[in-house]
């Protein structure tokens, strides 16, 4: 069965950097995109961009542009996320999805915590 | 970019009841691409609805998606214990993907 594995909560001080990791299973992870999208304290989620598996192209949402990089690892079948100059509002759980053509997220990572705070 | 508009922001029905959430957006949603989300405290989303309409793989049949264009519905026919939860629609027709700010439907 498909499954995305999330690394563990982050806790950062202002202006640093956290890369997070999420490790797939249970397809082949070429064949597919990870979108990775957040959600902060009680608020809707948001989007934060796209990597395809495949060739490593991207498109971030511009919010973040500057300040994210996604990569992947098809050896070892995992997807990066990385975010810096992290501020107080960057605190929030941070989820990658597969996606999939039409279908959209099918199968979502069980989140990872990070925590911006001084 | 597409703004998503939920509504009601919170619904209060019992068990056995029928509940239709609501999802407007600001432009067209390109190829309907529209889907619908259900999602639990200190969980992630779970997809249920894709393309305004497909149920995806495994979601009861009392979940259904309709509409087209700006407007879209979630309905489910009769609530069951386990359906009350945070609803959210987003659109993936055109980027930024975004996302409603969500239905909570609440035990009456």
């Known amino acids: 069965q498909v499954q995305l594995v999330q690394s563990g909560a982050e806790v950062e001080k202002p202006g640093a950097s956290v890369k997070v990791s999420c490790k797939a299973s249970?397809?082949?992870?070429?064949?597919?995109?990870i979108s990775w999208v957040r959600q902060a304290p009680g608020q809707r989620l948001e989007w934060v961009g796209w990597i395809s598996a495949y060739n490593g192209i991207t498109n971030y949402a511009q919010n973040f542009q500057g300040r994210v990089t996604m990569t992947t690892d098809t050896s070892t079948s995992t997807a990066y996320m990385e975010l810096r100059s992290l501020r107080s509002d960057d605190t929030a759980v941070y989820y990658c999805?597969?996606?999939?053509?039409?279908?959209?997220?099918?199968?979502w990572g069980q989140g990872t915590l990070v925590t911006v705070s001084s | 970019e597409n703004v998503l508009t939920q509504s009601p922001g919170t619904l209060s029905l019992s068990p056995g009841e029928r509940a239709t959430l609501s999802c407007r957006a600001s432009q067209s949603v390109s190829s309907n691409y529209l889907a619908w989300f259900q999602q639990k405290p200190g969980q992630a989303p779970r997809l249920l609805i894709y393309?305004?309409?497909s149920r995806a793989t495994g979601i009861p049949d009392r979940f259904s998606g309709s509409g087209s264009g700006t407007d879209f519905t979630l309905t489910i026919s009769r609530l069951e214990p386990e359906d009350f939860a945070v609803y959210y629609c987003q659109q993936y027709g055109s980027s930024p993907y975004t996302f409603g700010q969500g239905t909570k439907l609440e035990i009456k």
């Open positions: 393309g305004a309409s």
């Open positions: 999805a597969r996606e999939q053509q039409l279908v959209g997220l099918q199968h």
């Open positions: 249970g397809y082949t992870f070429t064949n597919y995109g």
